[in-house]
């Protein structure tokens, strides 16, 4: 049901939260009722700052950040695209050079 998703999502993304600075996740991001994702960065406490790009492929990318304590950074989240060619190329456009100013 949707609650069930919403639940297992928010589970997965507290969790992400806790281990790590960046959370990269594939799939699970659409244009339909079926995308938990950006419900569970707002349950978190967190902003998604974008939901969707105007490209193809890769228009139901989405960027939040979501906090883990006030002494420490956001946590940034990037959902892209489960199609491999859409994730690749969203992941090269966005994530990339996330990564690349954290060096």
Not at 35 to 56: A, E, N, P, T, Y
Not at 75 to 97: D, E, H, Q
Request: charge should be positive; charged fraction near 15%; aromatic fraction near 8%.
């Amino acid at each position: 049901s949707g609650s069930s998703g919403i639940n297992a999502e928010y589970g997965g993304l507290r969790a992400a939260t806790s281990a790590a600075d960046i959370i990269i996740s594939t799939g699970g991001v659409s244009m339909g009722e079926t995308d938990h994702v950006k419900d569970s960065i707002v349950k978190l406490g967190g902003k998604v700052h974008f939901g969707r790009v105007f490209m193809k492929p890769g228009k139901p990318t989405t960027f939040g950040t979501m906090p883990h304590n006030p002494h420490e950074p956001s946590r940034l989240f990037f959902g892209l695209p489960g199609n491999p060619v859409s994730a690749m190329v969203t992941y090269k456009l966005f994530v990339l050079p996330s990564l690349q100013t954290w060096e």
